[in-house]
C-alpha cells in the first residue's frame, strides 16, 4: 500500500497527470499509425522528457508503451493493417468482424482486453518482481526457442483444409527470416549480392506489404464496400463497449493470455510480438470450436490484445529489478533514464523504490485513461469506414508507404513493401497462407538465433548427444513435447475419427 501510495501521488500530480493523458493520446496515434512499432513510439516520445526528472520520465515513457500498444489495434481491425508488429494476430478476427459490419464491437472488445491485460501486469509487476525477475533469469536460450517454437505450432491449425498449403507458406516465411547476416558468425546468407538485404527482411515494411497493400488489392479486383456497425453518417459510432455477458464469454480467454504475456514479457528479447502470436496460438488449440478463430470471434481478439498488454507490463520487471531490459522499448527506456544518471539495477528498488511504483501507477492510470482515448480516436477511425474505396484504398496505401518509409528512411522498405504486397496477393490467390508466411518471419529469427545458441552452450560430442542435453532440460522438453502434439494433432484428429467410426 505504501509502494501504492507513493505511485498514486506522483502520477496524481495536476501537471504530471496532464502528461500521462498527453502520453496515451500520443501513444495510441503512433500505435495506430502503420509502420510506427512499439519502441519507435517510444523514442518518439523521448525528447519531451528532457526537461523532465527521472521518476517522471519512467512515468510518461511507460504511458506512451501501453497505449501504443492498443493504438495497433485499431487500424488492424479496421483496415488490417497492423499498427505495431504484436497487432498482427488481431487481423485474423478483427477485420472480419469488420467486414461484417461489427466493427465497434470488435473495437470494444479490444480496447477492454487491452485495459485488462495491462492492468494484470501491473499488478503482477509490483507484488511478484523480483521472484519473477528470479524466474526468468532460469530460462536459457533453451528454453526461450521452445516458446518461440511454440508460436509456430499455430501453422496446422491456421487453415485445416489447406494444411500442406499452409506449412509450406510458413516454411517459405522461415527462409525469408535467414536472409541477411548470420546472427553468430555474421557471414551474409541470401544476400544476391546486395548490401540491402545484408540486415535482413524488415518485418514491419513484409507486414504492412502482406496485410494493408494486399488487402487493397484484393478490394481492387473485386469491390467490397466496407461498412461499419450503426449509422456512421451520424457521427455517433465509436467503439461499442462489450456487454457484461460478451466479456465474461471470454474471461478465461483474457485471464489465462493475461498470465502468460506477463511471463513472456518477463523474459529478455521475448516482447510483445510473441506473446500475442503464442496467445492467439495456445487459445485456437485449447477451444472447443477452433474453426471459429480466423472467420471473426471475439476470443480471437481478447487473446492477443490481452497477451499483448501484459508482455507491457512484464518487460518492466527485469529492467526495474536487474536493469536488464525486458525488450526494444524497455531498452530505449533505459537508455534515456541512463542519461539521466540512473543507475538501472539491483539497488535501484532499494535505494530509489519509487521508480517501481511511479512505473505502476503510471501503467494502472494509463490503461484507464486508454480506453476513454482511444475511444475518442476510435470514433473518428470508425467514420473512415463510411468513405468509398475509390478514396480509402488510395489512402491506405499512402498510409503503408509512409509507415515503410519512416522504418528506416530508406526507399528500399517502401520496394520491399510494395514487392511484399504484390507477392501476398499472388499467395493469397493460389490458396496459400499469408499470415504463415508472416507467422514464420517474425518467429524464425528468433528461433534460429536461440537454438543455436542452445547447441552452442549445450555439452554433447555430437549433434544427438547436443540435442538430448538440450532436450534434458525440464521446462525445453515439456514445450517442446506440447508443440509436436499441438503440430500433429490437427493431421491426426481426422484419422482418430474416421478410425472411431469405422469401429462403430
Do not use: H
Not at 71 to 81: D, V
Not at 301 to 327: F, K, R, Y
Amino acid at each position: 500500500m505504501e509502494l501504492l501510495t507513493s505511485g498514486l501521488a506522483v502520477v496524481f500530480r495536476p501537471s504530471m497527470l496532464f502528461m500521462v493523458v498527453v502520453a496515451v493520446f500520443l501513444g495510441t496515434l503512433f500505435g495506430a499509425l502503420p509502420g510506427v512499432s512499439g519502441t519507435m513510439a517510444v523514442t518518439l516520445g523521448i525528447p519531451f522528457t528532457y526537461s523532465m526528472n527521472a521518476v517522471d520520465a519512467i512515468v510518461f515513457l511507460v504511458a506512451i508503451y501501453c497505449a501504443s500498444i492498443t493504438g495497433g489495434g485499431m487500424t488492424a481491425i479496421l483496415f488490417k493493417i497492423p499498427g505495431v508488429p504484436s497487432s498482427a494476430p488481431t487481423t485474423y478476427d478483427g477485420y472480419p468482424m469488420a467486414q461484417r459490419g461489427e466493427a465497434g464491437k470488435a473495437l470494444g472488445m479490444q480496447l477492454i482486453c487491452s485495459a485488462v491485460g495491462g492492468i494484470f501486469a501491473a499488478l503482477c509487476m509490483l507484488l511478484l518482481s523480483p521472484q519473477l525477475t528470479q524466474a526468468a533469469l532460469s530460462f536459457g536460450p533453451a528454453e526461450l526457442f521452445a516458446i518461440s517454437f511454440m508460436g509456430l505450432s499455430i501453422l496446422t491449425s491456421l487453415d485445416t483444409d489447406n494444411i500442406c498449403r499452409t506449412i509450406i507458406s510458413g516454411m517459405l516465411g522461415l527462409l525469408m527470416a535467414c536472409i541477411g547476416l548470420d546472427p553468430l558468425l555474421g557471414v551474409p546468407r541470401l544476400t544476391f549480392g546486395t548490401r540491402f538485404l545484408t540486415s535482413g527482411i524488415e518485418m514491419i515494411p513484409v507486414m504492412i506489404g502482406f496485410f494493408a497493400v494486399t488487402e487493397v488489392l484484393k478490394q481492387t479486383y473485386k469491390p467490397a464496400k466496407l461498412k461499419a456497425v450503426g449509422d456512421t453518417s451520424s457521427g455517433k459510432l465509436s467503439a461499442e463497449l462489450p456487454s457484461l455477458k460478451e466479456f465474461l464469454s471470454v474471461k478465461w480467454v483474457v485471464l489465462r493470455c493475461s498470465v502468460v504475456g506477463t511471463l513472456i514479457g518477463i523474459l529478455p528479447g521475448a516482447g510483445a510480438t510473441i506473446a500475442s502470436f503464442l496467445c492467439y496460438s495456445m487459445e485456437q488449440k485449447i477451444s472447443k470450436t477452433p474453426e471459429k478463430f480466423g472467420t471473426g470471434c471475439l476470443e480471437g481478439i481478447a487473446a492477443p490484445e490481452s497477451g499483448n498488454n501484459a508482455a507491457t507490463g512484464g518487460a518492466m520487471v527485469p529492467l526495474l529489478s536487474l536493469g536488464i531490459p525486458g525488450g526494444n522499448a524497455a531498452a530505449i527506456m533505459m537508455s534515456a533514464l541512463v542519461l539521466k544518471g540512473v543507475t538501472m539495477g539491483p539497488l535501484l528498488l532499494v535505494n530509489q523504490p519509487q521508480f517501481l511504483s511511479a512505473t505502476f501507477a503510471s501503467m494502472l492510470v494509463a490503461n484507464i485513461v486508454m480506453v476513454i482515448a482511444a475511444v475518442i480516436i476510435a470514433k473518428i477511425f470508425v467514420k473512415v469506414l463510411a468513405i468509398p474505396y475509390s478514396v480509402l484504398g488510395p489512402t491506405i496505401i499512402m498510409m503503408a508507404t509512409i509507415g515503410a518509409y519512416a522504418t528506416k528512411n530508406t526507399a528500399v522498405d517502401v520496394i520491399l513493401m510494395a514487392i511484399s504486397g504484390v507477392i501476398g496477393f499472388v499467395i493469397v490467390t493460389c490458396k496459400f497462407n499469408s499470415s504463415a508466411l508472416i507467422l514464420g518471419l517474425v518467429l524464425g529469427v528468433i528461433c534460429e538465433s536461440n537454438l543455436r545458441r542452445a547447441y552452442t552452450i549445450a555439452d554433447g560430442d555430437t549433434l544427438l548427444a547436443a540435442t538430448m542435453n538440450i532436450l534434458s532440460r525440464p521446462v525445453t522438453g515439456v514445450i517442446m513435447v506440447i508443440c509436436v502434439i499441438a503440430l500433429l494433432w490437427p493431421v491426426l484428429k481426422p484419422i482418430i475419427a474416421k478410425k472411431k467410426s469405422e469401429g462403430k
